[in-house]
């Protein structure tokens, strides 16, 4: 990109070109070093790992629908989906930001290990299952199992989260805003103290959500009870 | 695996074309189901008093014109079979119970994959694009129909176990995911009658469904039933005379997407079967939740 001109914008349509090859032209980009950083992806028509793997600072903008692992094991890359996500959108994503505006479905962000994934509507079972350090902002709701054995990171939920919420849940932070189903196993309510406000007003800044009032959150995590907790049984690992 | 859809016209242009949009939805499924498809599709319903059967010959030279004089000398009526493939559909001048109940006891030989007044069962093992082709899938015009892409994880690849499963007179199942309470359950089922030609567990299901609608149940009673006696992987879609019904099991490992249209209501495994529909960009588009069962029906006029 040459300075002090538009930042031209690469348009790629799913409808012509094979998606191995827009993954390829991506991928690319990093191991060259050097090409467009302005993506446009056009009739994605629910086609799958639209955008995977990306591993540069790109902005890539996807006009539609997507199937499952959109996004899936992003590095620094921002990825927009102007649609709806199938399951595993941004699987195991390490740093970057994704946004979607539309619904995902289940395992949004499973084993997230750095970044900032937005979805704008709502997320289905198990959003954020296993992250492992992802941020997660959902300006919906979250259904079933959602951070399931989840490690580190904050799980953000403007909305109502389903049942099992936070299951043998590590060290991740989870912040609802509406009705909790049920909680899982291991998983309590915590105080929300005036740093764990801040928190999530930082992360709603990020995510663009700006509808929305920090205090009105609860905080949940580990009672840190369950068998791996036990000082006795760190032999067994 | 497996692969469904399902697709429910409000426009006369959808009902027109409706094969061919089923067959564009069932090629999308296809790798998620390689090794069998079906269908129900739902059509030119048989005159009142009269039924029709979708039978299944494993005979590629079968009499299906001799089977209808039989059956004219029976109940009356002069009607041509309209055969496809392996399968012919044949119109009987009386209730479907007893059309089915004749075939099953004069031809042993023969399978009844449907009885009642709209219903057609087509399916058949292989690739879902030949089949669609062996069938002239896109010739088959419809209020409503439902598919299946199969992957086989409980029993044997065949044409009867392959979906949709009769439940019932104008009801059929398809079924992505697997049951581990199927032979208990079809033991009991047994008890009560109902009867079963294959070991699949979707037809378990069926004939759950069958049993519990025999009782009294309201379908939706009956797919509540589900939730509650059926232990395994499911997303069922059921099929009636006026419309279908969709349930996810309440973990919901089997995905599901809906979405509508002025012109269409349409279901999948996943989306892209959809977004061969036209106006899919612009459907209103949702997840079903799990154990919650969603009704489409056609206004009675």
């Not at chain 2, 009885?115 to 010739?139: M, N, S």
Request: hydrophobic share 40%; glycine share 10%.
């Amino acid at each position: 990109m040459v300075t002090g001109t538009e930042p031209v914008t690469e348009v790629v349509d799913l409808a012509l070109t094979p998606l191995r090859e827009l993954n390829q032209r991506l991928h690319d980009v990093a191991t060259a070093g050097e090409g467009p950083r302005h993506w446009r992806v056009v009739n994605p028509r629910g086609a799958h790992a639209v955008a995977c793997g990306l591993d540069a600072e790109l902005d890539v903008e996807i006009d539609g629908h997507v199937g499952y692992y959109c996004a899936g094991m992003n590095q620094l890359a921002t990825v927009r989906v102007r649609g709806n996500a199938g399951t595993g959108l941004a699987e195991n994503m390490m740093s970057g930001l994704v946004v979607v505006d539309g619904s995902a479905s289940q395992s949004a962000g499973a084993t997230g290990r750095g970044g900032l994934l937005v979805v704008r509507g709502d997320a289905a079972a198990r959003c954020g299952i296993s992250m492992k350090g992802v941020d997660i902002v959902v300006r919906g709701s979250v259904g079933h199992l959602s951070a399931f054995m989840a490690q580190t990171g904050c799980l953000v939920v403007c909305g109502d989260a389903g049942d099992a919420l936070g299951d043998s849940i590590y060290e991740a932070r989870l912040y609802v805003r509406g009705t909790v189903a049920g909680l899982g196993a291991d998983c309590i309510e915590k105080e929300m103290r005036e740093e764990h406000v801040a928190q999530v007003r930082d992360l709603l800044a990020r995510a663009e959500v700006d509808d929305v009032d920090p205090a009105d959150f609860r905080r949940y995590g580990s009672a840190r009870q369950l068998y791996t907790f036990k000082i006795d049984n760190a032999g067994a690992y | 695996m497996c692969g469904i859809v399902g697709l429910f016209a409000k426009s006369p242009g959808i009902e027109e074309r409706l094969g061919v949009h089923l067959t564009a939805m069932l090629a999308q499924m296809s790798n998620r189901g390689p090794d069998s498809a079906g269908v129900a599709v739902y059509r030119d319903p048989a005159p009142f008093g009269s039924s029709k059967l979708t039978l299944y010959s494993a005979d590629p030279h079968e009499h299906w014109g001799a089977l209808c004089d039989e059956l004219g000398d029976a109940f009356g009526g002069e009607h041509e079979p309209n055969v496809r493939a392996s399968h012919a559909v044949v119109l009987v001048e009386t209730g479907a119970a007893e059309a089915e109940a004749w075939v099953r006891s004069r031809h042993p030989e023969l399978r009844v994959m449907s009885a009642g007044r709209v219903i057609e069962i087509y399916k058949e093992v292989g690739r879902p694009e030949v089949f669609a082709d062996q069938f002239h899938l896109t010739d088959v015009h419809g209020t409503h129909a439902l598919g299946h892409t199969r992957m086989a994880t409980e029993s044997r690849v065949t044409t009867e176990g392959s979906h949709p499963f009769s439940t019932g007179l104008d009801l059929c199942l398809v079924h992505n995911g697997s049951l581990s309470n199927h032979n208990t359950l079809r033991r009991a089922l047994r008890r009560e009658g109902i009867e079963f030609q294959t070991e699949n567990d979707t037809e378990v299901a069926a004939g759950y469904l069958a049993w519990r609608l025999r009782e009294g149940a309201s379908l939706e009673q009956a797919l509540e039933g589900c939730l509650d006696d059926l232990d395994g992987f499911y997303t069922f879609a059921v099929g009636t005379a006026d419309g279908f019904a969709v349930l996810r099991d309440p973990i919901a490992c089997k995905p599901a997407v809906l979405a509508e249209t002025d012109d269409w209501v349409a279901m999948a495994s996943e989306y892209h079967a959809i977004a061969v529909l036209p106006g899919a960009d612009d459907a209103r588009m949702w997840e079903p939740e799990p154990g919650v069962v969603y009704v489409w029906e056609q206004a009675r006029v």
